[in-house]
């Protein structure tokens, strides 16, 4: 089986999950609803995956019983999955592009835990630089700031 196919994280490895771990808030995007989609989506991951191991262990061309070359049937069986798989991302919104487009409230209302750690991230990266702007403001000192060629203002 190709290793990126394999099913089961080494027990020491760090994305490794544990039994009751939660990832991330839960969003509560799914519902029962969409229990028929998502078990296609892992119908056609699952046929994908078989697909894949056919190919590595057949090769991409195949002899026929009279010795010519053909085309593995497998490569389209995984063409037709990895397509099936990819409506299937767009549609939950796992794929960049569709990502951007979910608009998720948080049951509480107030901000997310990764709102949260975004927010603190960003102020700790703007905090050396808010600083010295205020120490420059206390001392009455102008920032020197380069003037761009072309520009008289």
Known sequence: MAPYLAGAAPADHPNKRKPGA??????KLLTIVDRAALAAYC????????AENNIQRFGAVIKTPKGLPLVNPYLRI?????DQMRKFLVE????????SRIKASDPEGGPSPLQKMLRAREQRRLAPRLQAR????????????????????
């Open 22 to 27: 939660c990832r991330g808030p839960r969003l």
């Open 43 to 50: 119908q056609a991951w699952g046929r994908w995956v078989e």
């Open 78 to 82: 995984a063409e037709r999955a990895i």
């Open 92 to 99: 939950f919104g796992m794929t960049p592009s569709s990502r």
């Open 134 to 153: 205020a120490a420059l403001a206390r001392d009455g000192v102008e920032e020197d700031r380069p003037e761009l060629p072309g520009s008289s203002c």
